[in-house]
């Protein structure tokens, strides 16, 4: 890749951060993080899994102390709660709440349903490709310390 590509890409990386700054705003005390939590925690569960912290942790590539600090701010608004192992007492399973279903809903089926139409000209394959193309510039930028040292 030539540089002015991965300028180009980098200033692309960027604009895509400001996209998700217009997003439609989120009730009082609700953080995006919890909306992310939500969609992966119905995933989860969509595939047949009993969601526990780590769980999320693995799926969004998050540290354990972090995730849990969220789950706890999202039991304490009552959008989580937990529900002990009846096998093991030390494993603790999450369970969304109506309230955390409602504000699902209304974010991804009501926010996404507007927005399909006005991006409905972006192929799934164009769509595709623009996630691995980012998912592979995050991964190299994390893996590798690149260092500006003066000389």
Do not use: W
Not at 50 to 59: L, P, Q
């Amino acid at each position: 890749m030539t540089t002015e590509n991965m300028k180009a890409l980098l200033d692309a990386c960027y604009q895509a951060k400001r996209v998700r700054e217009l997003l439609p705003a989120l009730p009082k005390g609700v953080s995006p993080s919890y909306i992310h939590y939500l969609d992966t925690i119905e995933e989860l569960e969509r595939r047949g899994v009993r969601v526990k912290v780590s769980d999320i942790s693995d799926a969004l590539n998050l540290p354990r102390p972090g995730v849990t600090r969220t789950v706890k701010e999202m039991e304490d608004k009552g959008y989580l709660k937990k529900i002990a192992s009846e096998q093991d007492g030390r494993v603790t399973y999450l369970s969304i709440t109506e309230s955390g279903r409602q504000l699902s809903q209304v974010h991804n089926t009501e926010f996404f349903a507007q927005l399909a139409p006005l991006v409905a000209d972006i192929s799934d394959a164009d769509a595709a490709c623009t996630i691995q193309t980012i998912e592979k510039i995050y991964k190299i930028m994390s893996e590798r310390k690149i260092s500006l040292e003066h000389r």
